[in-house]
């Protein structure tokens, strides 16, 4: 199977948010920004116990939601700030549908739709 033909996505993330971007049409689509997924974070708990369970309830439900918006991925980029990029990757290592998915990362500042197309285009071409 050629790159061309690959189903190639990016994601750029943090800890609150995510920018999917994926080819419309795999066979002569361009890169599109595919969707955005907020992660509003854990309430104000007291209990600490209680605090962090919402916290890797929520970070599985923003994983989840983010993973949803790419369909048969072959290779995945993601990037973005702290560590969560890694959890990600792990997180889809861990599922079946993405576990043959081949994964990389990099570490970059928030951009915006435009720059995390062409970073895409770049990265995948």
Do not use: C, R
């Not at 599109?32 to 962090?52: Q, R, Y």
């Not at 739709?113 to 970073?119: Q, S």
């Amino acid at each position: 199977m050629s790159g061309k033909n690959k189903k190639q996505f990016a994601v750029w993330m943090d800890i609150q948010h995510a920018s999917i971007v994926g080819k419309e049409n795999v066979e002569t689509g361009d890169f599109v920004i595919l969707g955005h997924v907020k992660n509003d974070g854990p309430d104000n708990n007291s209990n600490e116990h209680t605090a962090n369970n919402q916290e890797i309830a929520l970070t599985h439900k923003f994983f989840k939601e983010i993973a949803s918006k790419m369909q048969n991925v072959d290779e995945i980029h993601v990037t973005g700030t702290g560590q969560i990029q890694e959890q990600f990757i792990k997180f889809l290592a861990e599922t079946p549908q993405y576990k043959s998915a081949v994964a990389s990362e990099s570490t970059s500042n928030k951009m915006s739709d435009e720059d995390l197309i062409a970073f895409t285009a770049k990265h995948f071409n």
